[in-house]
Nanobody, 125 residues
Framework: QVQLVESGGGLVQPGGSLSVSCAAS????????MGWYRQAPGKERELVAA???????NYADSVKGRFTISRDNAKNRVYLQMNSLKPEDTAVYYC???????????????????WGQGTQVTVSS
């Protein structure tokens, strides 16, 4: 079964740093764009950062210069390093991946998008 599992997150003081990671598991043949989204209470889910299989990145304006997304294609992992954290960065952070082809439950699937379960990041003094 293909799934995304996040780790990391937690509580950090304003100005601090934190990292989250996401591992894709299961039978997959290609992963295109991987990314991180976040959702704060009462707000819609928003893109934080994304990275293509070739390493091209895209960031939300609110995190540019503070957050860095990276990925390890050999390990099917994506990372988000968060520096200079602010209280407004508090949210549940979700991993997202676009799979080109996967094998799941006895069938092949193409161009499927998956979400992780989310991990809480709280920035507070």
């Amino acid at each position: 079964q293909v799934q995304l599992v996040e780790s990391g997150g937690g509580l950090v003081q304003p100005g601090g740093s934190l990292s989250v990671s996401c591992a894709a598991s299961g039978t997959m043949f290609s992963i295109n764009t991987m990314g991180w989204y976040r959702q704060a209470p009462g707000k819609e889910r928003e893109l934080v950062a994304a990275i293509t299989s070739g390493g091209r990145t895209n960031y939300a304006d609110s995190v540019k210069g503070r957050f860095t997304i990276s990925r390890d294609n050999a390990k099917n992992r994506v990372y988000l390093q968060m520096n200079s954290l602010k209280p407004e960065d508090t949210a549940v952070y979700y991993c997202n991946a676009d799979f080109g082809m996967i094998y799941d439950s006895g069938s092949y699937y193409y161009n499927r998008n998956y979400w992780g379960q989310g991990t809480q990041v709280t920035v507070s003094s």
